[in-house]
């Protein structure tokens, strides 16, 4: 195969000692790592020997249930990400923030920022945040309803790219001799009056290296894709089977296309855990490993809470109850629900079945076998319509990565469908997107700043 | 004389191509410094070879005015330290951050994220933030009252300390054959509630490695130093004149008695704008020329906005008018605009030669002389009762900074004002502050978290 043909992209989701929940308490894990910098940057580093197009980190403003099972505390994703600019060259940086708990002001800055000393590698992941704890953390009683939440979340992205536009690309003249640094009639005021948000700005940066952050999602509920189809540039995804792969795939880019946008603009990134053996008996010793260090009390507290239900209605040998809420009456992460209850339903999982498959990837496609195998299965969901790429979720950390890198990676080379080296410096530039043009530019009815 | 007397500290103010406004104007000043990472990262390596205490970054959510006339956009200061952080070893990291526009649980995980990646280097300057374009761009028409202001900041501090002590020092087990990570018995809801904030916690973040940052603080006004005997551990300060830095030292102190702190665990440090020759005259020349740079009707029309009135009240060459509004009538840096009005009425200044003196340190005290005079007025302050140490605001950068570490710090380690080589690795361990009491360890009232 060529060279020239359609590119793979590849994020690497970081997450402490890994994506499998027990992952902590493998001989070889640092049970401290989720506060560990070094542990963060030598990841990122990993995946850039790897070509990856990017690194990701979760978020969310409260702490996760159970201290007690599993590591707990994660510092601020920007932060981190910041701290990994200045150890990587080329690797994208997309850090999760939340719509709900943030003012657009500041966040929208923050990207800016990290855009700048990035060099251009900067990407949001956009979350509204469910759950009456967080909530209670930010001076409300109870969570807002969901689709309050995504109308807040459209407004908030709305007003963030009109505060990185506010600054047109050549405003800046730096004119010693004239004495004149900025040129204001290409900063703009812009007077934002909405029903959430009411924004003067400028913003107090310039329009950065990328425009502004590659612009990322992850909900897949309806309000979810038809956000995603508005405003999202990736989109990360949990697809349990090539059968829902393009379903949804096929879905999401017909509702790109319904609201103008160019498809090819859009990538989808389903999720992929894989468990990596140099033979498939061994890959499949791992997971079996992993499951046992899974304590089940607190993943079925976990799943019930999920659920909606008391632990105790959970038989853990025992098939789910038959009558759980419907998806409508969940609050949070609607669309993982129904995937969950949908596959227990559908292999006529138990309840410690059920717990076991999760334990992984929350929902997300696990896959152990070899790398080869690996290898196979990415390049069938990527020529069968179904990704434009790959959400990289390692069960454990880093040695997952490291073997996806030193095994993997070569084969997709191979075949042609991964970069061998970045032939692009910025996060736009690796997946193929176009830096945004900047919505002021050719108008003038917004008042000139000062 | 000896090196175990007491030491002298030593903050450097970064700012671009330095504080005095012209200076982006010099041959040598690159004016696109402000969003230059690497220029920030060179200068924080200057000062940590100087064996200073720290680094720190004025910020304000809003573009300052006069974009025309001076490099206006500014990176968000936790990000622009956060990469200094992985470029330093030892020096400390102190941000501004506002009280007025942040939400306090987002604010303190941010810095103690910023804690445990510098490894315990971290510091929070308190400021509220003034003026009605800020509170524009976070929905309010206009700034609130001066006096709300500073009650917000004080139930800011509050929330964010509890946010800090939420985990207890030893609340992570980490015990991997218990299957147990943290003590939730250790890990506490706040469920603070206040006039300003209701937040539950706790924090997502352990107990950071200083236990919270260094809070410093820069008011003067009234408001501003209540603020500060109760909560300050670091004061930057503008003091023009030796007879005014040792009464506002000995007022401080003395406030910070009669709220039952210790004085020696809370260090004022005035602000100095050393312009440094190797002869007087050199220096007299580099301060001259900079004041050419001067543009002299935006200057005042900046002092006019300062004063409240228009600009053309402010005649360039005659002495303020008499009728200027009283410290009550104005809404932000209350003590500086006192520090301007009785500087000029004190020396009979014309508008034109006031703008003159402000140009470089905005009412701190400009000291233009050879490294030797710069070294006596320090160690003058510093053994007069004015000073613990300095926040030294070069007018250039870089060049100001490398001046002062390569000619200034050499003479004052001779002298044994200085340290030679850093003994400690934390921001409190330089400043010789303790690390603050968990305000949970010891008392069980509060639920535990889960």
Known sequence: MGTSRRKLHLNAFLMATGHHEAAWRLPESDPNANLDIDHYISLAQT??????????????????????????????????????????????????????????????RRFASLDFVSGGRAGWNIVTTAGAEAAQNFGLDDTPAHRTRYERAAEFVEVSTKLWDSWEDDAIVADKDAAIHGDSSKVHVIGHEGEFFKVRGPLNVPRSPQ???????????????????????????????????KAFYADVKDRVSRVGRDPEQVLILPGIVPVIGDTEEEARE??????????????????????????????LDEELPEDLPSEDEIEGAKSRYTLIVELARREKLTVRQLIGRLGGGRGHRTFAGTAQQVADTIEHWFTNDAADGFNIMPAVLPSGLEKFVDQVVPILQERGLLRTEYTESTLRGH?????????????SALVSAR
């Open 211 to 245: 425009g502004y952050p590659l612009l990322v999602q992850a909900g897949s509920s309806e309000d979810g894709k038809e956000f995603a189809a508005r405003y999202s540039e990736a989109i990360f995804t949990a697809q349990p089977t090539l059968e829902e792969g």
């Open 47 to 108: 995946a850039e020997r790897g070509k990856f197009d990017s690194v990701f980190l979760a978020d969310s403003p409260v702490l996760f249930t159970h201290t007690e099972r599993r590591p707990s505390g994660k510092l601020e994703p920007t932060i981190i990400l910041t701290a990994i600019a200045a150890a990587t060259k080329k690797i994208g940086l997309i850090a999760t923030a939340s719509t709900s708990y943030n003012e657009p002001f500041n966040l929208a």
């Open 286 to 315: 791992l997971e079996a490993e992993l499951e046992r260090l899974i304590s089940p009390e607190y993943a079925r507290a976990q799943l019930a809470s999920r659920f909606g239900v008391e632990p105790h209605e959970l038989a």
């Open 431 to 443: 997946y193929g997107l176009a830096r945004p043009e900047n919505q002021f530019t050719e108008e």
